[in-house]
């Protein structure tokens, strides 16, 4: 962990260019990271909701299906971007040396990013939909926190075995 903090300025560099890189590429941009979350939750409320019949017990079954969508995108993006990091990034770990840790961790920031506009989106769907939030509101730092935990680690792992 302390080789981690010495690096600290790459892993901020790293972290900065992939955000860059992410968002400037395409060409669709941030209108694409707030119309995929609204169209999976969309296409899975309709389906778990009128076909599968599921009950979601009294909660709005869009603002249900979205909220669960949050995590798996978080846990998804997490998982995908850090276990390809080192094979983009082989030209740099052929030349210089650095913690090899420090890559899967600068993929963080952009998922974290997407991660935020989902929630802003979350937010605004459930003022739109009359959705009042409960007291468990305040243990999702917590589940965050432990959702990019795992998935970094898969992450990593598979990362490895790349």
């Not at 900065?16 to 409320?45: E, F």
């Not at 929630?119 to 939909?129: E, F």
Request: proline share 3%; glycine share 6%; net charge positive.
């Amino acid at each position: 962990m302390g080789e981690i903090w010495h690096f600290r300025d790459l892993l901020w560099a790293l972290s900065s260019r992939d955000i860059k890189v992410r968002y400037k590429q395409t060409a669709l941009g941030v209108i694409w990271v707030v119309l995929q979350p609204l169209l999976a939750a969309g296409i899975l409320s309709f389906v778990f909701q009128r076909i599968a019949k599921l009950d979601t017990e009294g909660v709005n079954a869009f603002v249900f299906t979205f909220a669960g969508q949050l995590g798996w995108q978080l846990c998804n993006n997490t998982v995908t971007r850090a276990s390809a990091c080192l094979i983009g990034n082989s030209n740099l770990i052929s030349k210089v040396y650095f913690p090899r840790l420090i890559l899967p961790i600068s993929t963080l920031g952009s998922v974290l990013i997407d991660f935020a506009v989902a929630a802003v989106i979350m937010i605004i769907v459930m003022a739109i939909l009359g959705v009042a939030p409960t007291a468990a509101l305040l243990t999702v730092p917590i589940w965050i926190a432990l959702i990019l935990m795992v998935s970094l680690g898969v992450g990593v792992w598979a990362a490895a075995l790349t």
